[in-house]
């Protein structure tokens, strides 16, 4: 499964939900979603955007974790 580490990324940069939303142009509450996995797919140029204001690479953002479940 792909976990998604939005959250440690926001934590890190100590940036919230709202100031990402406003500098990638995503909704707060579509943010939310994927940062809590509720959603199956991203398109790429939201992981661009998303990459760039974070100032981090993808794989900084998604882990394969195969021990882990969908739900």
Do not use: H, W
């Amino acid at each position: 499964m792909i976990v998604i580490r939005l959250d440690r990324m926001l934590a890190d940069r100590k940036m919230q939900l709202q100031e990402l939303s406003d500098l990638v142009g995503v909704s707060i509450a579509n943010l939310s979603n994927l940062k809590t996995g509720k959603v199956r797919a991203i398109r790429f140029s939201t992981l661009e955007s998303i990459c760039d204001a974070l100032n981090c690479q993808p794989g900084d953002l998604l882990e394969y974790d195969p021990s882990s479940s969908r739900e």
